[in-house]
């Protein structure tokens, strides 16, 4: 189905990878190498590892490894994620997207860590949000919602007053935990459940009401509830 819909919000929290920034050369690289090395299908590797820490996704894929060895991999990955950059662009929408959002109430939240975080968006060509909760900041990785909740308390914003904006099952998981409605982003979305669904970015039009109200105006957007 779908239809023109416009959600009310007072926060917005965004994701990063696959919302604001398309990695998905970057990720699909890094990935499928991991998966060689330990003898797992790469397709399959890719069906977990959206929305996910590093350490999070092996805990999925190698249930019997021991979590210190998954963290001590998940830091190599990193690095090796933030140094690949190539093929790294904005989401179509997203710059100006992040521009109409200037003066409002926004954070990114993102399973990403500073480094990563920050080597994408300018990859992208796109601005870092003022207040940004990353790997860092939280000690559970989506789908648990300690990112999101964050992300609103350090807004000051309830988190019923807050709309996601996510691509991810795990990240769209993460929200609907927190208590918040979700906009989901691109084709992986519209599997999980998101209150609304959008090809991209450039189908989202963010308009500030008098009291001081974000008023999303999401065009074509798939209703999945």
Not at 83 to 105: K, M, N, Q
Not at 160 to 175: L, N
Not at 214 to 221: E, K, P, Q, V
Request: charged letters at 25%; one cysteine or more; glycine letters at 10%.
């Amino acid at each position: 189905m779908t239809a023109t819909a416009v959600l009310t919000a007072r926060a917005l929290l965004l994701d990063m990878d696959g919302t604001l920034v398309n990695s998905d050369a970057s990720v699909e690289r890094v990935w499928r190498r991991w998966a060689e090395r330990h003898g797992l299908d790469g397709d399959e590797v890719m069906k977990v590892v959206h929305g996910r820490q590093g350490y999070a996704s092996m805990a999925l894929l190698l249930p019997d490894r021991p979590m210190e060895q998954n963290h001590a991999d998940n830091a190599r990955m990193l690095a090796e994620e933030t140094s690949d950059t190539e093929g790294v662009v904005e989401i179509p929408g997203a710059r100006a997207f992040l521009a109409s959002l200037h003066g409002l109430p926004h954070a990114l939240v993102t399973s990403a860590d500073v480094a990563l975080s920050t080597a994408r968006m300018a990859a992208a060509g796109l601005e870092q949000p003022e207040v940004r909760v990353t790997a860092e900041s939280v000690g559970a990785s989506k789908p648990d919602p300690e990112g999101f909740l964050k992300g609103a308390a350090e807004l000051g914003v309830a988190p019923a007053d807050c709309v996601v904006f996510e691509d991810s099952g795990a990240g769209i998981a993460a929200g609907r935990a927190a208590g918040m409605r979700v906009v989901g982003i691109g084709p992986r979305a519209g599997f999980h459940d998101p209150d609304a669904v959008v090809r991209d970015l450039t189908q989202v039009r963010v308009e500030r009401g008098e009291d001081g109200t974000i008023l999303l105006h999401i065009t074509d957007a798939g209703h999945t509830g």
